[in-house]
């Protein structure tokens, strides 16, 4: 299976990094917002996004033009992400193009789900929280990715 995991930077990437064995025997190949993480997960193909957020829309939309463009040339099964908003464009152009979506929000979210995740609850096949007071029966809990 074609597994496309993608995280922008801090915290996010490291909880992804943090889920790589949960990808053992599968190919992996990782986007991110800066291309120093390369080297984090060598052996893997990677690649850089542009970053975004909701403050600057037009760069968003053209993060998630680039994002479509990756997807098209990747062609992924699955499209997992930990967020932010290169996740979320992720998902969106993994379900356009018919791949399964998997959104884990960040452990940093403690009081709610994240705008980006409550956006990819419509879009994702499964979301999943790391908190046990968040789940509910569309965000699943199974445990936190820090610990």
């Known amino acids: 299976m074609k597994v496309l995991a993608i995280a ?44 975004a957020s909701r403050w600057n829309k037009l760069r968003l939309i053209y ?5 479509l463009k990756l997807l098209l040339r990747i062609k992924p099964d699955v499209v997992i992400t930990t967020g932010a908003a290169p996740g979320l464009m992720g998902i ?13 929000d960040s452990i940093a979210n403690v009081e709610q789900i994240s705008l980006s995740g409550r956006i990819a609850l419509l879009f994702a096949d499964r979301t999943y929280t790391q908190w046990p007071n968040l789940a509910s029966n569309k965000v699943y809990f199974n445990g936190n990715v820090l610990s």
């Open 63 to 67: 993060m998630g033009f680039v994002m």
């Open 8 to 51: 922008s930077a801090g915290g996010h990437w490291i909880q992804l990094l943090r889920l790589m064995p949960a990808f053992e025997d599968n190919e992996v190949i990782f986007i991110s917002t800066h291309k120093s993480f390369s080297d984090t997960v060598k052996g893997h193909d990677f690649f850089v996004v542009p970053d």
């Open 92 to 104: 969106l152009a993994g379900k356009i193009l018919g791949a399964r979506a998997v959104w884990i």
